[in-house]
């Protein structure tokens, strides 16, 4: 399909609310994807194993799963911005609590309850259903892309900072100084506040079907379903390199310098990526690009696991993956617009990212627990490719038809 000849303007109100959602995503993500560098010395200082780790990972991705749906209905009721407050409380808290923790049960608590939930309210849902309603229609995928490509430079600038904290302070004073930075969080969080509609534009909260019918039209819709099923693999993907990576690469004696760059290359690449497909998002099929996305990760891990490994295909590999790391959020949140309007946009982007989370919660666990029974990662790694075969294929026959009130689903 040729793009438009001209694309409405995106009003100065409106970069208010995608700057801010920017830099909330930024450091949010920016912290979260820094957890995997801990593994390591957090493990050899507290005696516990990988799965120990993972698993509280793993369960704060299930929770800021879990939690999404109700988060974005909220965000939808009350305001974004109220709601990323009480985020930032809940993260800084977590930090604080996992850096005093003795034992798993500190760690679970910390990174894994109160992070996850917090990662709910401070991260994709809240912000993209918030920029969803500032932006007309035809640019969302513009602007979803510069605010998920946000989280990827918060990777790309904070990870090497971690590490530099580790080394020089410790993991517990590392954790410490990280949540002072989250409480940054607090001040995006009054950018996040809706504008008033601009004349011309079509930013009214409004537009599309009202949550409980979006609820139900979605419930029955054979595509979203797929959509969601098609994020589980997003989810373990990534979770899975962003925990497992840095210790898959200490095991084959790469030093810790050369983890820290690959997360890094993963964050700067997806700034491209985010980009790249957030605009192509607004001008060709969605779903066909999503579908093209997931095999190229197919691609990409198939070349790392084949090539001999040194530091060069490491970052190589960190590259690739990065370009293709998170164009899947601007395609999936673009997708629930596109079918079912923007007024329950966090509602069902909420739901479609339980089952990101869902698949992050097995791409974390599993890592660690195959490592501990097998002795190393490489059931995952051939699990990832094929997965990545699957999504591809569950997304071409996603009916992205839009769905209004008097419409029945298709299915």
């Known amino acids: 399909m040729s793009p438009p000849a001209r694309l409405p303007t995106i009003p100065v ?16 993500m920016g912290v979260r994807q820094s957890f995997g560098i801990f593994l390591q010395p957090l493990g050899s ?67 894994g309850l109160m992070v996850g939930v ?10 993209l259903g918030a920029v969803g309603r500032a932006v007309p229609a ?18 790309f600038a904070v990870v090497p900072g971690v590490q530099g904290l580790i080394d020089g302070f410790g993991w517990r004073e590392a954790l410490l100084f990280t949540a002072v930075g989250v409480s940054a969080l607090a001040a995006c969080a009054i950018g996040l506040r809706q504008p008033k509609a601009v004349p011309g534009t079509v930013t009214a909260p409004a537009q599309g079907l009202p949550v409980g019918a979006a609820v139900k039209a979605a419930s029955v819709h054979g595509g979203y379903w797929l959509l969601t099923a098609g994020f ?17 690469l200490g095991d084959k004696g790469m ?15 997806n700034i491209l990526g985010s980009l790249a497909f957030g605009r192509l998002g607004d001008r060709y099929s969605k779903k066909r690009v999503l579908a093209a996305l997931y095999l190229a990760r197919a691609v990409v891990i198939s070349l790392f696991l084949a090539v001999p490994l040194s530091a060069t295909s490491a970052v190589l590999f960190s590259a690739g993956m990065g370009f293709l790391w998170l164009g899947t959020v601007p395609l999936t949140s673009g997708l629930c617009a596109q079918i079912f309007g923007v007024r ?54 996603i009916n992205d038809r839009p769905v209004t009130a008097n419409a029945e689903a298709p299915a």
């Open 232 to 248: 589980f693999v997003c989810g373990f993907h990534v979770t899975f390199i962003a925990t497992h990576l840095p210790s898959y």
């Open 344 to 397: 329950a946009l966090g509602t069902l982007y909420g739901f479609a990212f339980f089952g990101h989370q869902v698949g992050s919660f097995f791409g974390a666990w599993l890592g660690g627990m195959a490592y501990d029974m097998l002795g190393s990662y490489d059931a995952v790694w051939g699990a990832a490719v094929v997965l990545g075969v699957v999504a591809a294929a569950l997304h071409w026959p």
């Open 13 to 28: 109100a409106a970069w208010v609310v995608i700057a801010a959602g920017a830099a909330s995503v930024a450091i949010a």
């Open 45 to 111: 200082d507290l005696g516990i194993g990988r799965e120990a780790f993972g698993f509280a990972i793993a369960l704060q991705n299930l929770l800021w799963g879990v939690a999404q749906p109700f988060v974005g209905a909220i965000a939808d009721r009350w305001g974004a911005a109220r709601v990323a407050v009480v985020g930032t409380l809940l993260y800084c808290g977590g930090l604080v609590v996992a850096a005093n923790a003795q034992g798993t049960p500190g760690l679970i608590g910390g990174l």
């Open 118 to 127: 917090a990662l709910s309210m401070t991260t994709y849902v809240t912000v």
């Open 255 to 269: 030093a810790t310098e050369v983890a820290a760059l690959c997360l890094a290359a993963i964050g700067f690449f």
């Open 138 to 155: 035809e640019r969302r995928g513009l602007a979803f892309g510069l605010t998920t490509a946000a989280g990827s430079f918060g990777m």
